[in-house]
């Protein structure tokens, strides 16, 4: 029989470090029924045994307040335990940590204690003798390690030799269960009794670093500039560094597209291919450079404790706008995707907080938006530099940034006033120690999010090419009959196909904005996601024109204007078309989530609807203003 | 009385080291037991941020950021 595992812990004690360790790729992330808690499991072999692992959220405490507590006390009660349940405590903070593990222990579930951290315990002078508090905590067997060393062969044969201890003797008897406060103090009081033994040098020298880092990233003017210029200077990076990469795919997709056009017969098939599928994938390939980087960074900030200190300075700021110290976390995440932003907005426990977040975080600029971004600056934007310092499209695209900024915080400031519900905010939390980046969780992380978004967001934008291509092949006219009166479906003129129809129709709406038909058809192929408006663009001009050589790029830096003779991509239409998918609501995911998030169809419709008007409007003065 | 040396952590401004004597009865009590903040326990006042508020306390070797709101409730001698 497959042996079932669960780790258990307090937030910040290398839980996922543990985990990442023992799975290594062998991993997925799930969803628990009923809750938006993500379920990590995974499995690894120990001696040719299978054994299968869940990574509990953490938490300070099983008692079901929260939903990621309830989570871990429901997985934790129910009819089939896991075989070993690994409590990973922290050995420098053993007091609160150990407060988890004895509750845990308290279900009568075979349990192990899992020291980790014992490098930084070494250096605060915590010695501890391990045979005595395994034999003062019941037994359980207990292990020391330290994850972040990379090592837990140690770990793995202790898993594999776990014996459950001979007798069991709860920590806290419980007569009246519903006095929790007590039990907390009375469970506490047994700890301290349990820890006396052990000498403590509460000044350590990991600390004094830690607070004197603080005093600088916390401080009053200091602090915000760094943390400005860690956000200027990771927008800069994405913008030179992720470039070389994709160019490199984007010739290999358009290379291979009019390579297999050369050798195939032509046919309907082949242009499906070559004109359809081709662009579609390499549509989605391409922004996987921009994303991993991004991760890459978000992941440092996370990892290191930083995000932690960024709460710490802007909760007073954001306070005010309706908003909470802890929606920093989800509005910077927006910026990679406003998906798992929506979901992180759970870490705020207000409803009407959460729900502002929720509500104003699709504004911030995400990862899908770059694309488009990254498309209309290099086909609108000189690719000069200003001062000889700064590059000029890099400025652009952080500056699209900050306009996606400003409009969440206005917009929750009027949410603020808007919404009625009064109820408390407070913020109660942990700033772990700094410490240097995992390495290998930082590639874990990048996998997972390009490997979400390939196949999450991939898969919408691949179908949407292919139909896409069909409705730009095809027209009312392919279908009609022929003099031979045989019946003929043949391929048609992107003008005269149904997306050209389509997009003409609209054309009068969108025209004071600057658009034209083919930007019409792109609005509203992209509404189901906004990438697809580059892959829908390539589509468009890879019909258009027969010359698949060519780059996306240049056919539509090629494009005029019939009306005013100038290129149809001016400055004007593409700094509009860039203020519109910075506001516009285009993405069915998000929606999805909100619906989720908030249970309710309202809000996600009340998103859509703010955003599309925000959007039109938007982007209507940009373009008048400009041109 | 002891209460003369009672005063609520929402009022400390220097960095020095209390001892909670009460922790006010709300639905955020239990957060804060659950953090390690109890009575008897021995605090540090570290910080406060840029503008005053959140502040930051040393506890048991952790350092964990409240809102004065919350620090109010805890009463330090």
């Known amino acids: ?627 | 009385m002891v209460l003369d040396f009672a005063m609520k952590l929402s009022s400390i401004h220097s960095k020095e080291t209390y001892k909670i004597t009460h922790i006010e009865k709300s639905e955020l009590t239990h957060r804060l037991y659950d953090m390690g903040i109890f009575p008897n326990q021995i605090l540090e006042v570290i910080n406060r941020a840029p503008l005053g508020d959140p502040m930051v306390i040393q506890i048991d070797g952790q350092l964990i950021m409240l809102r004065l709101s919350e620090a109010d409730l805890i009463t330090i001698e």
């Open chain 1, 1 to 627: 029989m497959t042996k079932k595992i669960a780790l258990v812990g307090n937030p910040n004690v290398g839980k996922s470090t543990i985990f990442n360790l023992l799975t290594g790729l062998n991993q997925k992330v799930g969803n628990y029924p009923g809750v938006t808690v993500d379920k990590k499991y995974g499995s690894l072999e120990i001696n040719n045994k299978r054994i299968e692992i869940v990574d509990l959220p953490g938490t300070y405490s099983i008692y079901p307040k929260t939903e990621d507590e309830k989570v871990v006390y429901e997985y934790l009660k129910r009819d089939t335990p896991p075989d070993i349940v690994l409590v990973v405590v922290d050995t420098v903070n053993l007091q609160r940590n150990l407060l988890l593990f004895t509750q845990v222990y308290d279900l009568k579930i075979p349990v192990m204690l899992v020291l980790n951290r014992i490098d930084l315990a070494k250096k605060d002078n915590i010695e501890i003798p391990y045979e005595k508090l395994s034999s003062l905590v019941g037994n359980v067997p207990l292990i020391a390690i330290n994850a972040k060393g990379g090592n837990i062969q140690a770990l793995k044969c202790a898993i594999d030799s776990f014996e459950k201890p001979a007798s069991w003797q709860p920590f806290y008897q419980s007569e009246n269960r519903v006095d929790h406060l007590r039990e907390t103090e009375e469970r506490y009081k047994k700890i301290d009794k349990l820890l006396k033994f052990l000498k403590k040098d509460t000044q350590s020298k990991t600390h004094k670093t830690t607070r004197y880092v603080d005093h600088l990233l916390t401080h009053k003017v200091w602090g915000y500039a760094i943390f400005l210029t860690i956000l200027f200077v990771i927008f800069q990076f994405i913008y030179v560094f992720a470039n070389f990469p994709m160019d490199l795919i984007d010739h290999f997709f358009v290379n291979s597209s009019s390579f297999l056009s050369s050798i195939l017969p032509s046919g309907t098939l082949t242009s499906m291919l070559t004109e359809g599928i081709i662009p579609g994938i390499g549509g989605v390939v391409i922004f996987i450079p921009q994303i991993a980087f991004l991760f890459l960074f978000l992941t440092i900030l996370e990892e290191t404790g930083y995000m932690t200190r960024v709460v710490f300075i802007m909760d007073r700021i954001m306070r005010p706008l309706g908003l909470h110290g802890k929606s920093v976390v989800p509005l910077i995440s927006g910026i990679a995707c406003a998906i798992p932003a929506v979901m992180s907005s759970r870490a705020i426990d207000q409803p009407k907080e959460r729900l502002i977040t929720i509500l104003v975080t699709p504004l911030m600029s995400c990862s899908a938006r770059l694309p488009v971004y990254i498309l209309l600056i290099s086909l609108t934007i000189p690719n000069t530099s200003i001062f000889g310092l700064f590059h000029l499209q890099g400025l652009v695209l952080f500056s699209m940034y900050v306009l996606g900024l400003i409009a969440a915080l206005v917009f929750a400031l009027l949410f603020q006033t808007m919404l009625l519900t009064k109820s408390k905010s407070f913020l109660i939390m942990e700033m772990p120690r700094y410490q240097l980046p995992k390495f290998k969780n930082m590639l874990f992380n990048v996998y997972e999010k390009c490997k979400a978004f390939v196949f999450g967001a991939g898969k919408i934008i691949l179908t949407i090419s292919i139909v896409l291509w069909l409705l730009g092949s095809y027209g009312p006219n392919s279908f009609s009959q022929s003099e031979n009166s045989k019946k003929l479906i043949s391929q048609t003129s992107l003008e005269n196909s149904f997306i050209g129809i389509m997009g003409k129709q609209i054309e009068p709406v969108i025209e004071p904005l600057g658009y034209d038909w083919k930007i019409g058809i792109s609005l509203i192929a992209s509404f189901a996601a906004r990438e697809v408006f580059v892959g829908t663009m390539a589509t468009i001009y890879s019909i258009d024109s027969q010359d698949t050589e060519i780059s996306l790029l240049a056919k539509m830096n090629a494009e005029i204007n019939p009306e005013t003779g100038q290129k149809r991509y001016g400055l004007a239409t593409g700094i509009s078309l860039m203020v519109f998918y910075a506001f516009a609501m285009q993405c069915m995911s998000t929606l999805a989530i909100t619906k989720r998030e908030t249970k309710s169809w309202k809000w996600p419709l009340v998103q859509l609807g703010y955003m599309t008007v925000l959007a039109y409007f938007g982007a209507f003065f940009a373009y008048q203003m400009m041109s």
